[in-house]
């Protein structure tokens, strides 16, 4: 996991400013492709919904352990929650959802773990399938699912939610940094996200880096650019339209300042 992510590179881009303008028209959105493949049946739905579910497992898992269940099937009944949705039409919760992949979701892996029928038949079929290339050792080994916690499964998915499509973002800088030849600057740097970064400074970066500190403070302002660029992306993806952005940076706002336990 690359998360290095928090409120404060959030905080890079407020609620309510403008995403950056690089040009291009605002692109069809993979939530809004499956949006759309309610009524006409698109192609591509299921692909888009498939990277959507790849992207975004740790939420759906992290909820289905929070409910008490053991790693082992908590991991089943997340590849055979995603069989699931994946191999049906299961758009029902999309209203009540509010028309967000988010929403939508949690919605839908609520009911889903009431359903007792549902749980058992996920479990049989996820057991050894593989729906979605899932880590769960990972998310234990980093103490993600704390058992003292008081915080509820709805509260640990919406910040694991969080933290994923952060590190999305991360992972997508790192790849245009690494694309252009820069992955060196970008790994110097990207602690800068943060408002305070690390205790190095940005003299001791350019020194290592045998760049002045004057350039070190224009690569770390284009690094928060391309940031605040990629957030704004990412959260379209997982919307309906772009009106709804700034509501989700609000929403992303709000789930880091909960008490998590």
Not at 11 to 16: F, K, M, N, S
Not at 57 to 65: D, E, N, S
Not at 227 to 251: D, G, K
Request: glycine share 6%; aromatic share 8%; proline share 3%.
């Amino acid at each position: 996991m690359m998360n290095c992510m928090n409120e404060e590179t959030i905080a890079l881009t407020e609620p309510g400013q403008a995403a950056p303008q690089n040009g291009a028209a605002f692109p069809a959105t993979h939530w809004s492709v499956v949006l759309r493949a309610r009524q006409s049946g698109e192609p591509q739905a299921a692909a888009a919904l498939a990277e959507l579910c790849q992207t975004y497992w740790k939420p759906v898992y992290a909820f289905l352990r929070r409910q008490g269940n053991t790693p082992h099937d908590a991991e089943d009944l997340t590849q055979g929650f995603f069989a699931m949705l994946l191999e049906r039409d299961s758009f029902a919760c999309v209203e009540e959802g509010k028309g967000r992949l988010r929403s939508f979701l949690l919605v839908a892996v609520k009911r889903f773990a009431a359903n007792e029928h549902e749980r058992d038949s996920a479990l049989k079929r996820g057991g050894g399938k593989m729906t979605v290339a899932l880590d769960a050792e990972e998310m234990e080994q980093a103490g993600i699912i704390e058992p003292a916690t008081t915080v509820t499964p709805e509260i640990l998915f919406e910040r694991q939610w969080a933290l994923a499509l952060l590190d999305s973002v991360l992972v997508k800088l790192r790849d245009e940094y690494a694309k252009d030849g820069k992955e060196v600057i970008f790994n110097a740097l990207k602690d800068r996200l943060s408002a305070d970064g690390d205790s190095t400074t940005l003299a001791q970066i350019a020194a290592t880096l045998s760049m002045s500190e004057g350039a070190m403070k224009v690569a770390v302002y284009r690094l928060r650019q391309r940031y605040r660029r990629f957030l704004h992306e990412e959260i379209a993806l997982t919307v309906e339209s772009p009106s709804e952005v700034n509501a989700e940076i609000v929403h992303l706002f709000k789930v880091f300042g909960q008490n998590t336990g």
